[in-house]
């Protein structure tokens, strides 16, 4: 998979999250894919201080970035 390949299906991934995201007055960006392995994404809005941020990364977010890109080893949050 080219890296603009894996760009367009982690944004596709991205799509998928945003609606459950956005009805909680948040959302999702992402920063880079470092080395085609570790995604670094920043939550916006109301998910940047909500308490379960960190559980909607690895269970949601992550989860769904291996579904669309199962190279990814790891989906960071950073500000």
Known sequence: ???????????????EIRP???SDGGNISLVSIDEGKLVKVRLEGACTDCHVNH???????????K???PQIEQVLGVK
């Open 1 to 15: 998979m080219t890296a603009e390949e894996l760009r367009s299906n982690v944004e596709k991934a991205l799509e």
């Open 20 to 22: 459950f995201l956005k």
């Open 55 to 65: 559980m909607t990364l690895k269970a949601g977010v992550e989860t769904t970035i």
């Open 67 to 69: 579904k669309y890109a």
